[in-house]
């Protein structure tokens, strides 16, 4: 009896999610999970795919609902999942998911045959300016950055020399009270600074025009981290911690 007890409470909380409709940019994870998640206050997760590695992905909160949003679509993109897969999550208690794919076939995904029949495909003809945002999206990383603030902060780790499109999350949206058409004021520590305009999308709250000068001006590299601090209602201080400086 013992021993039964042991193994039932060693058991690591997991979920599943059947893909359908629009699943490439969000994922919500089922309410009735999230009751595993909130005593850590999480917002940024791993997700461990089939071959071992790891994908950041950033936790979004709508309301009482919570998506994997920024990094989950180069997760899909990797693996490459389509509407029918299946998958089951496996929190660690801490911060890490192992997912485990299952195909049409009711087995699990051979993620490196899906992937070259993908690659033979013929890619979709998408305007410039969705394949820029798509190929040049920022990432975020859990390796420790040398910067505290009690401010409210946006991170985001160049792959690029640039970047088009931040999504500023639900937190720092309610506690800075953005919105949509609001302009801020973006300083660097030289003393320069630039006025953005929030922009709107899906119910997100976007920094966009203006964010390719700004990495320009600081001539940024990819691998810096650009930090994005709110300091004051509607000024937001740049750091820009250089590849390699941690």
Request: charged letters at 25%; a positive charge; proline letters at 4%.
């Amino acid at each position: 009896m013992a021993r039964m007890k042991t193994e039932h409470s060693a058991r690591r909380p997991a979920f599943f999610k059947a893909l359908m409709g629009h699943f490439s940019q969000y994922l919500r994870i089922p309410s009735a999970f999230i009751k595993n998640l909130n005593r850590r206050s999480l917002h940024i997760c791993s997700l461990k795919g089939p071959s071992g590695q790891c994908w950041v992905v950033e936790l979004e909160k709508r309301g009482n609902r919570l998506f994997f949003h920024n990094g989950w679509e180069e997760f899909v993109k990797h693996h490459p999942l389509e509407v029918g897969d299946f998958l089951i999550f496996s929190y660690d208690g801490v911060s890490m998911f192992d997912v485990t794919i299952y195909g049409k076939t009711f087995c699990e995904k051979n993620v490196k045959a899906a992937k070259r029949r993908s690659d033979k495909l013929p890619r979709r003809s998408d305007s410039h300016a969705d394949k820029r945002r798509v190929d040049d999206v920022e990432e975020t990383s859990l390796r420790p950055i040398p910067f505290q603030s009690k401010n409210s902060s946006v991170c985001r780790i160049l792959k690029t020399r640039t970047l088009y499109e931040v999504c500023i999350p639900t937190e720092v949206v309610i506690a800075e009270g953005l919105k949509a058409g609001m302009a801020i004021k973006i300083q660097d520590t030289f003393g320069m600074s630039w006025h953005l305009r929030l922009r709107g999308s899906h119910d997100r709250v976007l920094m966009r025009s203006g964010l390719s000068k700004i990495c320009r001006a600081n001539k940024t590299l990819p691998g810096d981290t650009v930090i994005f601090e709110f300091v004051k209602p509607r000024v937001v201080q740049l750091h820009i911690i250089r590849a390699g400086a941690y």
